[in-house]
């Protein structure tokens, strides 16, 4: 289960296929040194993206 605190990077390693879902959203800087270490919740606040429903795609 992927949660607001799971790393970008970690997500990515361990679902690339969700990398999809992240660009859809407009995060298109997944290849930044720094996204790897953020967690969810805080692309998603430095993206303005609602962090549940973002889990909900990620998680369905």
Known sequence: MI????????????????????LEVGMHCLGCPAS???????????HGIDVEELLAKLNA
């Open 3 to 22: 949660e607001k605190t799971t790393k970008i990077g970690e997500l990515l390693e361990i679902a690339p296929e969700k990398a999809e879902i992240l």
């Open 36 to 46: 790897q270490a953020e967690t969810l919740e805080e692309a998603c606040a430095v």
